[in-house]
C-alpha cells in the first residue's frame, strides 16, 4: 500500500530578498524570475521578506525576516525578453529561467518568520492592511530597517508610493 501524502498545514510562503520582496507586495515587480518551474495558479502566496541581505545591503524603510505580503501567481512561462522590466531586471537570466506571473498583490500586518530557500508553510492567518503610504507608514516603518538617516526612508517610501521608475536609478538596473 503507498503512502499517503501529508497536507502541509498553514499558508504557503516563499521568502525573496529586499528590495524585491516589498516591491512584489506593492505591486511594483509583477513578475519573478526563477529557475524552478512551479504548477499554477497558487493564489493568497505569503510574501517574505528574507531577514539577510545578499543582493543589496540593507535598505531604510524595509522590513526583514518578516512576511510582508500576499501575491497570486497566476502563471508560469519561459523568461523572456518581454518580462525584464516587469521582473524589475536589465539583463537575461543566464540558463533557462521561469517567468512567474503575479497579481492582486497585498500588504499584509508583519509577522517574524522563520523562512527557508524554498516554499515553506506558517500557522498564522495573515491580516490584509489597506494599500498604500499610510497602511505601511503605521504597520512596516515600525520594523523597518534604519540606519539613522531620515532621508533614506524618505527616499524609499518615494520610490514605493509615488514613483516607483526611480527604483530603476537607486537599485542601478
Not at 500500500?1 to 530578498?17: H, T, Y
Not at 497566476?74 to 529561467?97: I, N, Q, W
Not at 515553506?120 to 538617516?149: K, W
Request: net charge neutral.
Amino acid at each position: 500500500m503507498g503512502q499517503k501524502k501529508v497536507q502541509p498545514k498553514g499558508v504557503k510562503c516563499l521568502s525573496f530578498q529586499q528590495p524585491y520582496a516589498t516591491m512584489i507586495a506593492t505591486g511594483i515587480k509583477t513578475v519573478e524570475c526563477r529557475s524552478r518551474k512551479i504548477k499554477t495558479p497558487i493564489k493568497d502566496l505569503v510574501v517574505c521578506a528574507s531577514k539577510t541581505a545578499k543582493i543589496f545591503p540593507k535598505m531604510d524603510g524595509l522590513v526583514y525576516g518578516c512576511a510582508i505580503g500576499m501575491v497570486d501567481v497566476v502563471d508560469c512561462v519561459p523568461f523572456t525578453r518581454k518580462h525584464l522590466k516587469a521582473a524589475m531586471m536589465s539583463y537575461m537570466p543566464e540558463g533557462d529561467s521561469n517567468a512567474w506571473i503575479l497579481e492582486n498583490p497585498r500588504l499584509i500586518v508583519p509577522r517574524p518568520v522563520k523562512a527557508t530557500a524554498s516554499f515553506f508553510y506558517t500557522d498564522f492567518t495573515p491580516e490584509v492592511i489597506g494599500p498604500g503610504f499610510e497602511a505601511y507608514a503605521q504597520h512596516m516603518l515600525p520594523l523597518a530597517y534604519d540606519s539613522g538617516i531620515p532621508e533614506f526612508t524618505a527616499v524609499m517610501m518615494d520610490c514605493l508610493f509615488n514613483d516607483p521608475a526611480e527604483f530603476w536609478e537607486i537599485l542601478d538596473l
